[in-house]
């Protein structure tokens, strides 16, 4: 089965300053895709970058940058200019892409983003 | 009004009572989800459906009992629930199963 493990309950970072969150994840899968979950305190679950296994290119989105290490299983999430905005817990996501139960997003435990003014 | 709506935002509910969760996507889309956020877990899928039908059906215990009469509205009916089933549910939407899931801001369930 697959697993997905963020190993940081908690992290905090200075304005303007670059974070970054980490995600590792389980699968014995070539093709699904990962993904980054904004959950701000209005509890709105966003999506905030999405990654495809069989692309090399790490995604990126603005401020937000993946950096996608498929052999080691690793899916990153880096935040640069961080802004007061950017407060939230971060859920990685996993999904395959094919077959039965593509609809099913396995979520790790998240990491709770704290930005200091 | 825009994107995937959830109505209450709040419940409280003694074990012996009786409640509906409403879900409602305005996006056109065709596959719906049900998920159980608690504190310090992971969010547990709990429903799928597609085209409004069921496809998935994760081991929820039966006192939880979805229902999809189309395919912008999902609803999640609850009976002699436990404490322990005190958690976010939230609802998202997606154009097919293989696409992005868009979630609304959750029902905050209590159960006493």
């Known amino acids: 089965a697959q697993t997905v493990t963020q190993s940081q309950p908690e992290m905090s970072v200075q304005e303007a300053e670059t974070v970054t969150l980490s995600c590792t994840y389980d699968t014995s899968e070539s093709d699904y895709y990962l993904f980054w979950y904004k959950q701000p305190p209005s509890r709105q679950m966003i999506l905030v970058i999405r990654?495809?296994?069989?692309?090399?290119q790490n995604a990126t989105e603005n401020r937000f940058s993946v950096n996608f290490q498929k052999a080691a299983k690793s899916f990153s999430l880096k935040i640069s200019d961080s802004q007061l905005g950017d407060a939230a817990m971060y859920f990685c996501?996993?999904?395959?892409?094919?077959?039965?139960?593509?609809?099913?997003?396995?979520f790790g435990k998240g990491t709770k983003l704290s930005v200091k003014p | 009004e825009t994107g995937v709506t959830q109505t209450p935002r709040h419940l409280v509910m003694g074990m012996t009572n009786k409640k509906s969760l409403k879900c409602e996507q305005h996006l056109g889309h065709n596959a719906m989800y049900w998920y159980k956020q608690s504190a310090k877990k992971p969010l547990e899928l709990m429903f799928v459906y597609s085209l409004e039908e069921r496809v998935e059906n994760n081991s929820v215990p039966s006192r939880f009992s979805p229902e999809c009469p189309n395919s912008s509205h999902l609803f999640l009916h609850l009976h002699t629930l436990q404490p322990e089933d005190s958690a976010l549910y939230l609802c998202?939407?997606?154009?097919?199963?293989?696409?992005?899931?868009?979630f609304g801001p959750g029902t905050r369930l209590t159960v006493t």
């Open positions: 996501a996993y999904r395959r892409n094919y077959g039965g139960s593509q609809g099913n997003l396995i």
């Open positions: 990654q495809e296994a069989y692309k090399q």
């Open positions: 998202a939407s997606s154009q097919a199963l293989s696409y992005e899931q868009y």
